[in-house]
């Protein structure tokens, strides 16, 4: 927001009274400093717009962030909200007045901030399967139920392992710390980071394909290097790059 400080202007013809208001001007002068240090205040308590948060955030999440702030679920292939259509479509624990938009392809996302809640597909008698390829439309729904769960998940060092141990009063690395680390990012990260970068390609959306490139080196730098400190140095930054996308698209579907 810009302001713009109007000061009155004095004009004095006299030398006589220009001797004689000083006093007069030294009160013209204050009052006119007092009033821009109010407004100078006030442009500091302006509340910022969710647009102005989105614009201040560092590249590329300011990008990532307005285009998931302008994104909206599909209309197309909505299951109605009825419960002959819920029982059709075999939707099970799920009413159609729950806050849930259904589709036919077997995805549930969330009414309001779009984020992936459910997928339905089928399964082989040892229950693998994989779930149906999403609509372009649907992709960014998926990609924020990607990250949710990696931020409700956490990072393993909740599991109480720690970094070192002592050993004849020395500081050892402790292998089983690295360990769970590349498993973290082997059997679970990786994969979806790869599927995120797949589908930004797929939508030739350069800032996302970035951050997924970025963020899938942090963490192949992590699980190749023998050095503990630096393991956990690029794992970390890998972590930090997923929690600064959460709270991107927490922002822009707030």
Same mark, same amino acid.
């Not at 009274?17 to 308590?45: F, H, M, P, R, Y």
């Not at 009063?169 to 498993?183: A, D, M, S, T």
């Not at 059997?187 to 979806?192: H, I, L, Q, V």
């Not at 972590?239 to 579907?253: F, G, H, W």
């Given at each position: 927001?810009?302001?713009?400080?109007?000061?009155?202007?004095? @004009?004095?013809?006299?030398?006589?009274?220009?001797?004689?208001?000083?006093?007069?001007?030294? @009160?013209?002068?204050? !009052?006119? @400093?007092? %009033?821009?240090?109010?407004?100078?205040?006030?442009?500091?308590?302006?509340?910022?717009?969710?647009?102005?948060?989105?614009?201040?955030?560092?590249?590329?999440?300011?990008?990532?962030?307005?285009? +998931?702030? $302008?994104?909206?679920?599909?209309?197309?292939? /909505?299951?109605?909200?009825?419960?002959? =259509?819920?029982?059709?479509?075999?939707?099970?624990?799920?009413?159609?007045?729950?806050?849930?938009? +259904?589709?036919?392809?077997?995805?549930?996302?969330? !009414?309001?901030?779009?984020?992936?809640?459910?997928?339905?597909?089928?399964?082989?008698?040892?229950?693998?399967?994989?779930?149906? !390829?999403?609509?372009? %439309?649907? #992709?960014?729904?998926?990609?924020?139920?990607?990250?949710?769960?990696?931020?409700?998940?956490?990072?393993?060092?909740?599991?109480?392992?720690?970094?070192?141990?002592?050993?004849?009063?020395?500081?050892?690395?402790?292998? *089983?710390?690295?360990?769970?680390? /590349?498993?973290?990012?082997?059997?679970?990260?990786?994969?979806?980071?790869?599927?995120? #970068?797949?589908? =930004? $390609?797929? %939508?030739?959306?350069?800032?996302?394909? %970035?951050?997924?490139?970025?963020?899938?080196?942090?963490?192949?730098?992590?699980? !190749?290097?023998?050095?503990?400190?630096?393991?956990?140095?690029?794992?970390?930054?890998?972590?930090?790059?997923? *929690?600064?996308?959460?709270?991107?698209?927490?922002?822009? /579907?707030?």
């Amino acid at each position: 927001m810009k302001f713009t400080y109007l000061i009155g202007t004095l @004009t004095v013809t006299s030398a006589l009274l220009l001797a004689g208001c000083s006093t007069n001007e030294t @009160t013209v002068k204050k !009052e006119a @400093t007092t %009033d821009q240090a109010s407004n100078i205040e006030k442009e500091k308590n302006v509340e910022l717009t969710k647009e102005e948060k989105i614009a201040e955030l560092p590249s590329p999440y300011n990008e990532i962030g307005k285009h +998931f702030a $302008e994104w909206e679920l599909p209309k197309e292939g /909505r299951i109605p909200k009825t419960k002959e =259509a819920y029982e059709k479509y075999e939707i099970d624990g799920y009413e159609p007045y729950d806050k849930v938009v +259904f589709y036919t392809n077997g995805y549930g996302f969330d !009414e309001k901030m779009g984020i992936l809640s459910y997928a339905s597909y089928e399964t082989d008698e040892d229950g693998q399967g994989e779930p149906p !390829e999403p609509t372009p %439309d649907q #992709r960014e729904g998926i990609i924020m139920g990607t990250v949710d769960e990696w931020v409700g998940d956490g990072d393993y060092v909740i599991d109480g392992v720690p970094m070192y141990y002592e050993e004849n009063g020395k500081k050892v690395p402790n292998k *089983e710390f690295v360990e769970n680390l /590349r498993l973290d990012v082997e059997d679970g990260k990786m994969s979806d980071l790869l599927k995120i #970068r797949s589908y =930004a $390609e797929k %939508d030739e959306f350069k800032p996302l394909e %970035d951050w997924a490139n970025e963020t899938i080196n942090y963490f192949v730098d992590a699980t !190749e290097s023998e050095d503990i400190e630096e393991v956990w140095a690029k794992y970390s930054k890998g972590q930090d790059n997923v *929690e600064q996308l959460d709270k991107t698209i927490k922002l822009a /579907r707030e």
